[in-house]
């Protein structure tokens, strides 16, 4: 079935320092989301890219999808204390029912 | 402000319980899902519905069942609860993709940590 791998599993940084996390399927996706879990929280929906090459902009936060639409990255610039959480990526294979398969997240801590 | 509601945040069941856990969306969404989510494991999917009454199996669906009879509730049912059903179970709904649509994230209840003993 499908696989989607999430790396790295944690990522310690001082804050102002930038973070990246990245994502690969084991299959072409025909779409992939992001999302946030805040310690403690749940999951938040951040963004959806469904484009070969989309790059979208959200604030500090830059999301790529990959040409070839079996890769995504989150880069996170100048990190800050309320970017902790863990991140996660989704990829969807297409189908009528939308059944998301998750990465197993980045879990970001950020020191002040 | 548009939500999933789920019954109880903590849950504490003796082991060969049986186990309901209730999720309720006001968004009219087509989808439900249940994932429980383990230190490492991240979120894998029990069950999914993508309609009133209808249902299929996701990743990890042995000693689980669900019920939808109505668009808005989506149970799990865990029929004799064991000690490695402990977890945190969330529940979560989307829309069906239609052209056209450019957001159909998944939006979560805030989880019911559920322990076995």
């Known amino acids: 079935g499908q696989q989607v791998m999430q790396i790295p599993q944690y990522q310690h940084v001082q804050e102002g320092e930038d973070f990246t996390t990245y994502c690969n399927s084991s299959?072409?996706?025909?779409?992939i989301q992001w999302y946030k879990q805040r310690p403690g929280g749940h999951p938040v929906f951040l963004i959806q890219l469904v484009k070969s090459g989309e790059v979208k902009k959200q604030k500090r936060l830059t999301f790529q999808f990959g040409e070839a639409k079996k890769n995504s990255s989150l880069h996170i610039t100048a990190t800050q204390t309320t970017d902790v959480g863990t991140y996660f990526c989704a990829g969807n294979s297409g189908g009528s029912n939308y059944k998301l398969t998750f990465g197993k997240g980045t879990l970001l801590t950020v020191n002040p | 402000d548009v939500k999933v509601t789920q019954s109880s945040r903590y849950l504490v069941k003796r082991t060969g319980e049986k186990v309901f856990l209730e999720c309720v969306q006001d968004?009219?969404?087509?989808?439900m899902f249940w994932y429980r989510q383990d230190p490492g494991l991240g979120l894998r999917l029990i069950y999914f519905?993508?309609?009133?009454?209808?249902?299929e199996k996701g990743d990890i669906p042995e000693g689980y069942s669900v019920s939808r009879e109505k668009k808005e509730r989506f149970s799990l049912i865990l029929e004799s609860a064991s000690t490695n059903q402990t977890s945190m179970y969330l529940c979560a709904s989307s829309l069906v993709p239609r052209w056209g649509s450019t957001n159909y994230g998944y939006t979560f209840g805030s989880g019911t940590r559920l322990t076995v003993v």
């Open positions: 519905s993508y309609d009133v009454k209808m249902k």
């Open positions: 968004m009219d969404h087509e989808n």
């Open positions: 299959t072409t996706l025909s779409n």
